[in-house]
């Protein structure tokens, strides 16, 4: 063969500028099961990359890749930024989640992700369930998030709840001097998994909540469940949330709420809250910085569930879980105190806080150490 034909062509040398920042691409697929899905693995300094894996309709390739190695990006500040030894990574399947799914796709999954031999852990993301889990470990055991009756560590959405709890308490303490509940107003929106619970916690502890949820029975079996709790439950319309005079803002449904327009209409002293990505952009953070709100950042008040399905690896253990979610309470204050001894937003105190612990890492790490699974170096 010829130098000159293996000599990369423009498009080949875009791709490594594209993934400049990642360690490895892996392109998946298997014409037999219909799949076509890309595992980004961004960064493996503190440990194998662990990340979910998302199935959604993408219109090109290109796009599927930029998503991917956005959210595998995202994840390693999201495992730096708890206490957890794992690196960030991410799978993408191309198609659409209601139509194109099949067991024998995720079975040829898991034979990819076992290729990576613990380099990559991987459950359920947006598109994706633990049954179909159920058949990627059939083919590996590189799998976390399954149910219980596999193994699995079930229900994330409890620690989750519970490190939104942490996080409200280290804001009071920072705001008021204390962890207390009682008398305080919180505006919750979105009463799903993990709203519904920490509203719950709320109503026991003392606390007021004004809540709002697409769904009017949702808000009423809260009413119902709680009307003998010392805390009281006002509903409101699904926009006036961002309106409510309230204490904190707790957003529990879905991302990009924190904008230009909902910033400059909330009367709240602080924003906690489990939704991810809850700023439209990063420039959110200075609007709210400069309009003294109090901002904790969402992937360390969310991180419960991660705590949960990475501790699943040592086995499923709710207790230990829980033990660990409690450093939400910890990070969130640390955040905090950093941000107003350096002057900067919280969001770039949490951002500096894991670029730290990461390189003091890469400090330590040698090449034949980076990435390997727990597994993988007890069996060795
Ligand atoms: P969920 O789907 O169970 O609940 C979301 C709730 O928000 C639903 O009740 C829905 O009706 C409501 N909702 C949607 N749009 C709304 C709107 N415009 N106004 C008011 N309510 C609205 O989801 P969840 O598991 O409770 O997660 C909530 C958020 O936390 C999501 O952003 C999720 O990505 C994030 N998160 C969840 C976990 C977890 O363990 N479940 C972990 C990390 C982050």
Same mark, same amino acid.
């Given at each position: 063969?010829?130098?000159?034909?293996?000599?990369?062509?423009?498009?080949?040398?875009?791709?490594?500028?594209?993934?400049?920042?990642?360690?490895?691409?892996?392109?998946?697929?298997?014409?037999?099961?219909?799949?076509?899905?890309?595992?980004?693995?961004?960064?493996?300094?503190?440990?194998?990359?662990?990340?979910?894996?998302?199935?959604?309709?993408?219109?090109?390739?290109?796009?599927?890749?930029?998503?991917?190695?956005?959210?595998?990006?995202?994840?390693?500040?999201?495992?730096?930024? %708890?206490?957890?030894?794992? /690196?960030? =990574? +991410?799978?993408?399947?191309?198609?659409?989640?209601?139509?194109? *799914? $099949?067991? !024998?796709?995720?079975?040829?999954?898991?034979?990819?992700?076992?290729?990576?031999?613990?380099?990559?852990?991987?459950?359920?993301?947006?598109?994706?369930?633990?049954?179909?889990?159920?058949?990627?470990?059939?083919?590996?055991?590189?799998?976390?998030?399954?149910?219980?009756?596999?193994?699995?560590?079930?229900?994330?959405?409890?620690?989750?709840?519970?490190?939104?709890?942490?996080?409200?308490?280290?804001?009071?303490?920072?705001?008021?001097?204390?962890?207390?509940?009682?008398?305080? %107003?919180?505006?919750?929106? /979105?009463? =799903? +998994?993990?709203?519904?619970?920490?509203?719950?916690?709320?109503? *026991? $502890?003392? !606390?007021?909540?004004?809540?709002?949820?697409?769904?009017?029975?949702?808000?009423?079996?809260?009413?119902?469940?709680?009307?003998?709790?010392?805390?009281?439950?006002?509903?409101?319309?699904?926009?006036?949330?961002?309106?409510?005079?309230?204490?904190?803002?707790?957003?529990?449904?879905?991302?990009?709420?924190?904008?230009?327009?909902?910033?400059?209409?909330?009367?709240?002293?602080?924003?906690?809250?489990?939704?991810?990505?809850?700023?439209?952009?990063?420039?959110?953070?200075?609007?709210?910085?400069?309009?003294?709100?109090?901002?904790?950042?969402?992937?360390?008040?969310?991180?419960?569930?991660?705590?949960?399905? !990475?501790?699943?690896?040592?086995?499923?253990?709710?207790?230990?879980?829980?033990?660990?979610?409690?450093?939400?309470?910890?990070?969130?204050?640390?955040?905090?105190?950093?941000?107003?001894?350096?002057?900067?937003?919280?969001?770039?105190?949490?951002?500096?806080?894991?670029?730290?612990?990461?390189?003091?890492?890469?400090?330590?790490?040698?090449?034949?150490?980076?990435?390997?699974?727990?597994?993988?170096?007890?069996?060795?």
């Amino acid at each position: 063969m010829q130098l000159e034909t293996l000599r990369p062509q423009e498009s080949t040398r875009d791709i490594f500028k594209m993934i400049a920042s990642h360690e490895q691409i892996v392109f998946c697929n298997d014409p037999a099961s219909g799949l076509q899905a890309i595992i980004a693995i961004h960064d493996t300094t503190l440990g194998p990359a662990l990340g979910g894996t998302r199935m959604y309709p993408y219109k090109t390739v290109d796009d599927a890749l930029v998503d991917v190695l956005r959210l595998s990006e995202g994840m390693t500040y999201k495992c730096a930024a %708890t206490d957890i030894d794992f /690196g960030g =990574g +991410k799978g993408v399947i191309i198609g659409d989640p209601n139509q194109d *799914k $099949t067991p !024998a796709m995720f079975r040829a999954y898991g034979q990819f992700v076992d290729s990576l031999n613990g380099r990559f852990y991987t459950g359920t993301d947006m598109g994706t369930t633990m049954d179909d889990f159920v058949h990627a470990a059939k083919e590996t055991p590189f799998i976390n998030g399954l149910p219980e009756v596999y193994g699995g560590g079930g229900d994330s959405s409890i620690p989750t709840a519970k490190g939104v709890i942490y996080g409200l308490e280290a804001t009071n303490m920072f705001l008021y001097g204390t962890k207390d509940f009682v008398g305080r %107003t919180y505006a919750i929106q /979105g009463l =799903g +998994k993990v709203g519904f619970k920490v509203a719950k916690h709320l109503l *026991k $502890t003392g !606390a007021n909540i004004y809540v709002t949820d697409i769904y009017e029975e949702t808000v009423a079996r809260l009413q119902e469940q709680t009307k003998d709790l010392p805390g009281v439950v006002y509903a409101v319309e699904k926009d006036a949330i961002y309106d409510v005079a309230a204490d904190v803002f707790v957003p529990c449904a879905m991302g990009g709420v924190l904008n230009d327009e909902t910033i400059n209409r909330l009367n709240v002293k602080a924003v906690v809250g489990s939704a991810n990505n809850q700023l439209q952009a990063k420039a959110q953070a200075d609007q709210l910085d400069k309009k003294g709100i109090l901002y904790a950042p969402d992937y360390i008040v969310n991180a419960g569930g991660l705590i949960q399905v !990475a501790d699943e690896l040592y086995g499923p253990n709710p207790e230990r879980v829980m033990a660990k979610t409690e450093s939400i309470y910890d990070a969130v204050l640390a955040i905090y105190d950093t941000a107003r001894r350096k002057g900067i937003t919280t969001n770039e105190a949490a951002d500096m806080n894991c670029q730290q612990r990461i390189k003091e890492q890469q400090a330590r790490n040698n090449f034949f150490t980076r990435g390997r699974s727990p597994k993988w170096t007890i069996k060795s």
